[in-house]
């Protein structure tokens, strides 16, 4: 799986847009990007995934770019319960449809303050 | 919908003392399973990976073992624990990802401390 590059720590306002940024540049074209949060003393969370295009659900919205990368995690009004370690992780879907063995990287701290 | 169960919750063990930590999962069948550990104030590491009963596939040389004695049960387990055992264990598993699933779902984590 091709490795990521996050920074280790960022501040965001409460209510103002959140964005994390994720460096794989040498990811494959068969590679996704998934986004997991960590709070503290919780296991992590999965936030959003995606291939090539750019997805928003209810927690948050990934842009990849279009050379695929990077890409950045938006949590568009953050508060202060986003407060958490965010991991960008690429890997591979098996052929087969199974997937495991997703590996964490040391992720973005990003404190929320009010 | 599919839940994660893990416990204990906190544990509290001596060195040299056995360890059995449990995680079931229901409302899934044939899942993936999988234990990670984090020590304090580092990532998240893969332990051990089950993709079905009776197979376990271990990711790192370690003072640990793991079991899969029924399709959504995965245990891990120790003879002796030695210090650096200690840390936060978690319990994840997901499914095939033709079936829908995003990915992997975490337990609460077992916090363990050996003295």
């Known amino acids: 799986d091709a490795k990521t590059t996050q920074p280790p720590s960022m501040d965001c306002a409460e209510g103002r847009a959140a964005n994390l940024p994720c460096n794989h540049s040498t990811i494959s074209g068969n590679e996704y990007v998934y986004w997991y949060r960590q709070i503290h003393s919780q296991g992590p969370q999965y936030i959003i995934h995606g291939l090539k295009n750019n997805e928003t659900n209810e927690m948050a919205s990934l842009i990849i770019t279009e050379d695929r990368k990077s890409s950045t995690l938006i949590l568009p009004h953050a508060t202060l319960r986003d407060t958490a370690v965010y991991y960008c992780?690429?890997?591979?879907?098996?052929?087969?449809?199974?997937?495991?063995?997703?590996?964490f990287g040391k992720g973005t701290l990003l404190t929320v303050n009010p | 919908s599919q839940t994660i169960h893990q416990w204990p919750a906190t544990l509290v063990q001596p060195v040299g003392s056995p360890l059995s930590l449990e995680c079931t999962v229901e409302?899934?069948?044939?899942?993936?399973l999988y234990w990670y550990r984090q020590a304090a104030g580092r990532g998240l590491q893969l332990l051990f990976y089950s993709v079905g009963i009776g197979q376990i596939s271990s990711e790192v040389p370690q003072n640990l073992s793991a079991s899969r004695p029924q399709d959504r049960q995965f245990i891990l387990s120790s003879k002796k624990l030695l210090l650096s055992d200690s840390g936060f264990y978690l319990c994840?598993?997901?499914?095939?990802w033709g079936q829908g699933n995003y990915g992997y779902t975490f337990g609460s984590g077992t916090r363990l401390t050996v003295v």
């Open positions: 994840a598993w997901s499914v095939g």
């Open positions: 409302g899934t069948s044939n899942p993936n």
């Open positions: 992780i690429v890997r591979v879907v098996n052929s087969g449809g199974s997937n495991y063995k997703l590996t």
